[in-house]
C-alpha cells in the first residue's frame, strides 16, 4: 500500500520560514518524480515545485528564490524549504509522486499570517 505522509506544516508570521517533509512507503522512491502542490481556499490546487528522480528541479514562478525542493533517497522523503513566506503562500501542501501512477498524500496545512 503507497503512503504519503507530509509533515511541517503550522502558522508562521509573514517573512518566517517552514519545512515540509514528505515520507513515502509502498513504492521504489528513487524511480519517482517527487513534488507539492498547494491549494488555497477557493482555488484549483497548483504546482509549486517538483524534483526529478535524476534530481532536475521545476518550481512555479511565485516561488523561485524562495522554495527549495529535495529528495533523500536513502529516507524515502522529499522536502520543501520555504523561506520568506507571504500571506498568500497560505494552502494547503500535497506531495505527490509520479511514475506511471500519480500518488498523493492528505496535505498539510501551512498559514502564512501576522
Known amino acids: 500500500q503507497v503512503q504519503l505522509v507530509e509533515s511541517g506544516g503550522g502558522l508562521v508570521q509573514p517573512g518566517g520560514s517552514l519545512r515540509l517533509s514528505c515520507a513515502a512507503s509502498?513504492?521504489?522512491?528513487?524511480?519517482?518524480?517527487m513534488g507539492w502542490y498547494h491549494q488555497a481556499p477557493g482555488k484549483e490546487r497548483e504546482l509549486v515545485a517538483a524534483i526529478t528522480r535524476g534530481g532536475t528541479t521545476n518550481y512555479a514562478d511565485s516561488v523561485k528564490g524562495r522554495f527549495t525542493i529535495s529528495r533523500d533517497n536513502a529516507k524515502n522523503t522529499v522536502y520543501l524549504q520555504m523561506n520568506s513566506l507571504k500571506p498568500e503562500d497560505t494552502a494547503v501542501y500535497y506531495c505527490?509522486?509520479?511514475?506511471?501512477?500519480?500518488?498523493w498524500g492528505k496535505g498539510t496545512l501551512v498559514t502564512v499570517s501576522s
Open positions: 505527490y509522486a509520479d511514475r506511471f501512477t500519480t500518488y
Open positions: 509502498g513504492i521504489i522512491f528513487s524511480a519517482y518524480t
